[in-house]
């Protein structure tokens, strides 16, 4: 059984392939609603961790906030800093790890993660970290998705075509409100839940599936693992999947993506 250290350098490996700037737009609405929901200060400070290609560390610059962007990824991070310099913004990016936060103790007033923390796969470590570089009645706020959405289907259908390292939980679990308060526990004064849908369109199943695996790390290494008529039952399966989902009648596909917003308060 590997080891999480070498589940982690595995995953570092497929966030960096595809590319994830053209998934990235998936997210971005995520972003508003995560700043709207945790009421930020301006003048305040934020480290937006899994930060990706920054979309919630630059929506918190635009409210006159302190951010600070962390990803383990450097060619998002590169992305990042271009948006940020694009929109004139002052927000900091460096490299790092959600595990292993590089900050002291108590440096920050909100600690945000919209669907980047949970995919790392030591959730304890995970939420530890979250919460100990924020400071005494700061905020953590999270978007995950919720494990019986869609995102938690696509990921059990990668999962029946190649498995998963064995006894790594499921990202989506950060999707759960129990799991949530298991991580947490008595490090939060308190903690609330809100559900989430976002709608994502496509222009058919096929494309929703062609997309996924030119451009997402997760699925583009799915794909790549797989020969012959193997590939071809994954893609089917994808295309499976969008069908399932599609809230449309014509060609194209609408899909709804749920989420679970999360804001807890440090003691």
């Known amino acids: 059984m590997p080891t999480l250290e070498e589940i982690k350098a595995k995953q570092q490996v497929t966030w960096s392939s595809g590319d994830y700037g053209k998934i990235a737009w998936v997210t971005q609405p995520l972003s508003e609603v995560l700043t709207d929901a945790i009421d930020l200060r301006p003048g305040s400070?934020?480290?937006?961790?899994?930060?990706?290609t920054g979309?919630?560390?630059?929506?918190?610059?635009?409210?006159?906030?302190?951010?600070?962007?962390?990803?383990?990824?450097?060619?998002?991070?590169?992305?990042?800093?271009?948006?940020?310099?694009?929109?004139?913004?002052e927000v900091a990016f460096s490299e790092g790890d959600a595990e292993n936060i590089p900050f002291p103790d108590a440096s920050f007033d909100y600690v945000v993660s919209t669907i980047?923390?949970?995919?790392?796969?030591?959730?304890?470590?995970?939420?530890?970290?979250?919460?100990?570089?924020?400071?005494?009645?700061?905020?953590?706020?999270?978007?995950?998705?919720r494990p019986e959405g869609f995102i938690g289907e696509l990921f059990r259908t990668i999962g029946t075509h190649v498995p998963p390292p064995e006894g790594l939980?499921?990202?989506?679990?950060?999707?759960?409100?129990?799991r949530v308060r298991e991580l947490?526990?008595?490090?939060?004064?308190?903690?609330?839940?809100?559900?989430?849908?976002?709608?994502?369109?496509?222009?058919?199943?096929?494309?929703f599936a062609?997309?996924?695996i030119a451009n997402y790390g997760p699925t583009l290494?799915?794909?790549?693992?797989?020969?012959?008529?193997?590939?071809?039952?994954f893609r089917r399966d994808l295309v499976d999947l969008a069908r399932r989902h599609n809230g449309r009648t014509d060609d194209a596909a609408s899909l709804e993506w749920t989420y679970l917003l999360v804001i807890a308060t440090k003691r």
């Open 45 to 52: 400070e934020l480290l937006d961790v899994a930060t990706g």
């Open 55 to 89: 979309h919630v560390a630059l929506a918190a610059g635009r409210r006159f906030v302190r951010s600070t962007g962390i990803d383990y990824v450097p060619g998002l991070l590169d992305v990042a800093r271009r948006r940020a310099a694009a929109e004139g913004l």
């Open 116 to 145: 980047g923390a949970m995919f790392a796969p030591n959730q304890e470590k995970t939420a530890s970290e979250l919460l100990r570089v924020a400071r005494p009645g700061g905020t953590i706020g999270m978007i995950n998705w």
């Open 169 to 178: 939980k499921p990202a989506a679990l950060w999707g759960s409100e129990d």
């Open 184 to 207: 947490f526990g008595d490090s939060v004064s308190s903690v609330s839940f809100k559900d989430g849908v976002i709608t994502i369109s496509f222009l058919s199943p096929e494309h």
């Open 210 to 212: 062609d997309f996924f």
């Open 221 to 233: 290494k799915a794909s790549e693992a797989l020969e012959g008529d193997r590939k071809e039952a």
